[in-house]
C-alpha cells in the first residue's frame, strides 16, 4: 500500500531523515516512534508531500507519488496533527466538510457524512455541528480531528501524535476508541507517537527510528520479545515483559470458576466447592457480588453470612482486558485468581496468575 | 430580546437618521450659531449647503479609501506570499513614508501633475490611508498560526483555497481595523481637499480661518467630528460581526 524506498530529507548540513525504506500493508497500523528529532514527523509528512524527500521514492499503490499533483494526493489520504489544527472561524461541521467541499460533494451528501463521522466518534451530531471550536473540550477536538481527517473516506490515514495533546484518562479512552473505529474503517495507518505504551497497544507494526534511520520494523510482539539492538533494548524498558503483556487478551485464558448462588444451600455450595478453597458469589442474574472462603462457610449457616461482598467493578476484570490489567488488579487486591465479567458483570470465568506467568516465559526464547 | 448585536446596529442607525436630520436642518445651525457668535455677520458658509458640504466630504472619503482599500489588502497579501516576500520590506517602508509625508506636501506635489480639484486630493488621501490597510493585512496574514495553514495543506487546499477559506476570514478582523483607522484618518485629512478646491467641510473651515470666523469653523468642524464617529461605529460592527464564536461577544 505505503512503500518508503531509500527515502532522505536533508536541510543543509542536518540529515533528518536518513535512506529509509519501510512498507506498509493494506489496513495495517504503523507507529513512527522514537527520540525527539529523530525524523518521525518529516518522514510522515513526506507521505503527503508537505515535506519534498532529498532522495528516495515513495509509492502508494504501487504509484510514484512525486507524479501525482501534490494538491491531489493529500486529497486522498487524510491527515490529523498533535495541534488537532481545527478551523477556529468554521462550526464543527464546516470543519469536518472542509474535504468533501474540496471534493465538491453534494450537499446532501456532506449533511450526511458528518453525521455519520460524529456518531462514529462518539459525539451526538445535533448537539456538536453548531458548536465553534473553542467550545469544545480537549478530547472532543481530537475526535473532531479525526472525524475531519476520515471525512472523504481516504483509504490512508496519516497521525502525527494525534493524542497528544490530552491528560492521560481521556489518552486511554481515544486510544481505545481508535482501535474500535479502526476496526470499522479497515485504513491504512501511519502514526507517530512518543509513547511506547500508545504504540504498542494501537500498531500491528513498530518502526522504531533513531536520528533519520530506520533501527526495527516489527510487530509489538517482536519489538517487547526480541529487540533487535541495544538501542531498542533500552528504549522499550526493563519492564518489557510486563508490556508485552499489555498486548494479550485474557480471552485466551480465562478457565472456568468455582462458583456458587448466594442463595444456594451452604451444602451443595461446600459440594461445588470441589477441592476449591475459595469460591465467587454470584446473584440470581449471574452477577458477581463477592467471594466466599469454604473453611469460613463449613462453620456459618448459610453461603449468605460466609459470604465476603465485593464490588464487581473492584474485584473483576472485563474479558475485553489486557494480562497486564489483569496482573495489576491481582497485585493489588493479593488474589491469585481474577475473576472475569461481561460488560453486565456477569461472571464468566476468571484468570489464574500462573497462567500469565507462563504467558511472559513463553515470549522469552 | 434582541440580541447585543443587533442593538448596535440600531442605535447606529438611529444616530445616522439624527444625523442627517441634524445637517439637513439649516436653519438650527444659523440659530445656534448666531446665539453663540452674535458679532458676526453671516454664520453659515454660503458656497454650498451643509448637506451637500456633507456628500462632497463623504465623496472624497469614499473614493479615496476605496482605492485603498482595493489596492491595499492585495498589496498586503502579495508581499505575504512566498512570491512577493522579497518585497515586503520594500512596501513596508514606502507605505509608512506615505504616512509620514505631510498632506499639504503630497498636494503641493500633486497639483502640478494631476491639476487642481478632486485627483490631487484622492492621491493624496489614498497615499496617506494606505499604511494602516497594508500594515495590518501584512499582521492579520501573519498572525495565522502555522499548524492552521499546516492542516489545511495537509487536507489538500491549494495555495489559493488556503488564503480564501482560512488566512483572510482568519484575518478579517485585524485587515477591518486597518480599513477602520484609515478611514478616520481619511475623514480628517480631506479636509485639506478644500484648499485646492475640491470642496467638502474643509471649504467652511478653510474660509473661517481667512476670515477669521469661528462660525465657519464650528460648521465644518462638528459635522466632520460626527462623521467620523459614525464611521468609526459602523465600522467597529462589522468588526464584531466577524467575531466567529456564537457566545456573546
Ligand atoms: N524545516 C526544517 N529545517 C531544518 N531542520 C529541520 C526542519 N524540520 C526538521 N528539522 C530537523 O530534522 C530533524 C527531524 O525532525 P522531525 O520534526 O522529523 O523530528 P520528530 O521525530 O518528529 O521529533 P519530535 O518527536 O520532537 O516531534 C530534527 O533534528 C529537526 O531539527
Ligand atoms: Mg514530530
Given at each position: 500500500m505505503i512503500r518508503l524506498e531509500q527515502v532522505t530529507k536533508r536541510y543543509g548540513e542536518t540529515?533528518?531523515?536518513?535512506q529509509l525504506s519501510l512498507e506498509i500493508g493494506k489496513g495495517e497500523v504503523c507507529v513512527l516512534i522514537g527520540p525527539s528529532g529523530c525524523g518521525k514527523t518529516t518522514t510522515l509528512r513526506m507521505i503527503n508531500r508537505l515535506i519534498e524527500p532529498t532522495a528516495g521514492r515513495i509509492f502508494i499503490d504501487g504509484r510514484d507519488t512525486a507524479t501525482v499533483d501534490a494538491e491531489k494526493l493529500r486529497l486522498s489520504i487524510g491527515y490529523a496533527i498533535q495541534s488537532v489544527g481545527l478551523f477556529p472561524h468554521m462550526t464543527v461541521f464546516n470543519n469536518i466538510a472542509v474535504v468533501p467541499q474540496l471534493l465538491l460533494w453534494e450537499n446532501n451528501r456532506i449533511v450526511r457524512r458528518v453525521g455519520e463521522l460524529l456518531e462514529l466518534v462518539g459525539l451526538e451530531p445535533a448537539d456538536y455541528i453548531r458548536k465553534y471550536p473553542s467550545q469544545l473540550s480537549g478530547g472532543e477536538a481530537q475526535r473532531i480531528g479525526v472525524a475531519r481527517a476520515l471525512a472523504a473516506d481516504p483509504p490512508i490515514l496519516l497521525m502525527d501524535e494525534?493524542?497528544?495533546?490530552?491528560?492521560p484518562l481521556t489518552r486511554e479512552r481515544l486510544q481505545a476508541q481508535f482501535i474500535h473505529i479502526q476496526k470499522e474503517v479497515n485504513k491504512t495507518i501511519v502514526l507517530v507517537t512518543h509513547d511506547l505504551d500508545e504504540a504498542i497497544r494501537l500498531a500491528d507494526r513498530i518502526a522504531i527510528m533513531e536520528s533519520g534511520r530506520l533501527v526495527q520494523y516489527d510487530s509489538p510482539e517482536i519489538i517487547l520479545s526480541?529487540?533487535?539492538s541495544k538501542f531498542v533494548r533500552d528504549f522499550v524498558g526493563a519492564d518489557r515483559a510486563l508490556k508485552r503483556l499489555s498486548r494479550i487478551s485474557v480471552k485466551d485464558f480465562i478457565k472456568p470458576a468455582a462458583a456458587v448462588n448466594v442463595n444456594q444451600p451452604k451444602k451443595e455450595a461446600l459440594a461445588s466447592?470441589?477441592?476449591?478453597?475459595w469460591l465467587w458469589v454470584v446473584d440470581d442474574d449471574e452477577q458477581l457480588i463477592g467471594w466466599v472462603d469454604t473453611k469460613t462457610l463449613m462453620q456459618s449457616v448459610s453461603t449468605k453470612e460466609a459470604m465476603d461482598e465485593g464490588d464487581a467493578v473492584k474485584i473483576s476484570i472485563l474479558e475485553s482486558a489486557t494480562l497486564r490489567e489483569a496482573l495489576s488488579r491481582m497485585l493489588e487486591l493479593g488474589f491469585k485468581h481474577i475473576p472475569v465479567v461481561d460488560d453486565s458483570q456477569r461472571l464468566i470465568g476468571e484468570v489464574a496468575l500462573g497462567d500469565i506467568e507462563a504467558a511472559t516465559a513463553e515470549g522469552k526464547g | 430580546m434582541p440580541s447585543k448585536k443587533t442593538r448596535r446596529w440600531f442605535i447606529l442607525g438611529v444616530a445616522l437618521v439624527a444625523f442627517v436630520v441634524l445637517i439637513a436642518n439649516t436653519g438650527l445651525w444659523e440659530t445656534g450659531l448666531r446665539f453663540l457668535?452674535?458679532?458676526?455677520?453671516?454664520?453659515?458658509?454660503?458656497?454650498?449647503s451643509l448637506l451637500v458640504l456633507v456628500w462632497e466630504h463623504i465623496q472624497l472619503v469614499a473614493i479615496s479609501s476605496g482605492i485603498t482599500i482595493i489596492l491595499g489588502i492585495p498589496l498586503g497579501i502579495w508581499v505575504s506570499r512566498p512570491s512577493g516576500r522579497d518585497f515586503l520590506p520594500i512596501v513596508t517602508d514606502i507605505t509608512s513614508f506615505g504616512q509620514t509625508f505631510p498632506p499639504v506636501a503630497v498636494l503641493a506635489l500633486a497639483v502640478p501633475v494631476l491639476g487642481f480639484g478632486l485627483m490631487p486630493t484622492i492621491a493624496a488621501l489614498f497615499l496617506y490611508g494606505l499604511l494602516p490597510v497594508v500594515r495590518n493585512t501584512i499582521a492579520g496574514l501573519h498572525a495565522v498560526p502555522s499548524d492552521l495553514l499546516d492542516a489545511a495543506y495537509g487536507m489538500g487546499m491549494s495555495r489559493l483555497q488556503a488564503l480564501f477559506r482560512v488566512e483572510l476570514p482568519l484575518s478579517a478582523r485585524v485587515i477591518l481595523a486597518g480599513v477602520r483607522v484609515s478611514v478616520i484618518i481619511n475623514i480628517g485629512t480631506a479636509m485639506i481637499g478644500a484648499v485646492i478646491g475640491a470642496g467638502g467641510l474643509g471649504s467652511p473651515i478653510i474660509a473661517g480661518l481667512v476670515r477669521d470666523n469661528l462660525a465657519f469653523i464650528i460648521e465644518g468642524a462638528l459635522p466632520a467630528a460626527l462623521l467620523a464617529i459614525l464611521a468609526d461605529q459602523f465600522l467597529t460592527n462589522i468588526e464584531n460581526s466577524l467575531a466567529y464564536t456564537n457566545e456573546p461577544v
Open positions: 540529515t533528518a531523515v536518513n494525534p493524542f497528544g495533546a490530552v491528560d526480541r529487540p533487535g466447592a470441589a477441592g476449591h478453597r | 457668535f452674535p458679532g458676526e455677520t453671516t454664520v453659515i458658509h454660503p458656497r454650498a
